[in-house]
């Protein structure tokens, strides 16, 4: 059974650091491209970003670019998010998602995200 | 960037049913579209893709159709676990999500 497990998610002031991880088990971790999708309290699904089985990519939105930077350990199974320079508008739950991928390369297929944790809550305020 | 608008925003129907939900691409998406369930508090949980393939698990009341820019989502029977938030994504290009229906009891 897949699991996605989320973590260090917290209230962080205007202009500070956070970063999240994410435990990955149940599959093979590096045959499978990973991202993060957030969503703000009450308030529909953003793709945040998205990371290939090999570490190739990454990927971002436009808006996005430049604050954030997604990152994977393949020896521990874990993802990363690091989010740099965070705002109020950043504060959201993040949730950490497996990706539809070729898993004899582990290269994004189609970003259809078809396994989800159970996400972790950032709040940007001071 | 491709937008995604879903209709309507919310929805009131009773056990039994039959719902659809709409939505639409601002450009053509060739079927690279996803559908989304998400109950309260817990993660969304993908339903069908390419527009219409039934994922693995999913009841077979849940079916997709559309082409193009125009797509929906069927209920055929509405269940007491099927109230909840859809949201629609494509994946042609960098994936972008609906605004989700709410899908609630009458």
């Known amino acids: 059974e897949v699991q996605l497990v989320e973590s260090g998610g917290g209230l962080v002031q205007p202009g500070g650091s956070l970063r999240l991880s994410c435990a990955a088990s149940g599959f093979i971790f590096n045959s499978y491209a990973m991202g993060w999708v957030r969503q703000a309290p009450g308030k529909g699904l953003d793709w945040v970003s998205t990371?290939?089985?090999?570490?190739?990519?990454?990927y971002y939105p436009d808006s996005l670019k430049g604050r954030l930077t997604i990152s994977r350990d393949n020896s521990r199974n874990t993802l990363y998010l690091q989010m740099n320079s965070l705002r109020a508008e950043d504060t959201a739950v993040y949730y950490c998602?497996?990706?539809?991928?070729?898993?004899?390369?582990?290269?994004?297929?189609?970003?259809?995200?078809?396994?989800w944790g159970q996400g972790t809550l950032v709040a940007v305020s001071s | 960037d491709i937008q995604m608008t879903q209709s309507p925003s919310s929805l009131s129907a009773s056990v039994g049913d039959r719902v659809t939900i709409t939505c639409r691409a601002s450009?053509?998406?060739?079927?690279?579209l996803a559908w989304y369930q998400q109950r309260p508090g817990k993660a969304p949980k993908v339903l069908l893709s390419g527009a219409s393939i039934l994922e693995s698990g999913v009841p077979s009341r849940f079916s997709g159709s559309g082409s193009g820019t125009d797509y929906t989502l069927t209920i055929s029977s509405l269940q007491p676990e099927d109230f909840a938030i859809y949201y629609c994504?494509?994946?042609?290009?960098?994936?972008?999500f609906g605004q989700g229906t709410k899908l609630e009891i009458k």
């Open positions: 998602v497996k990706l539809r991928s070729r898993p004899e390369t582990g290269e994004l297929l189609h970003s259809i995200f078809d396994s």
């Open positions: 450009q053509d998406i060739s079927n690279a």
């Open positions: 990371i290939s089985g090999s570490g190739a990519g990454p």
């Open positions: 994504q494509h994946y042609f290009s960098d994936p972008f």
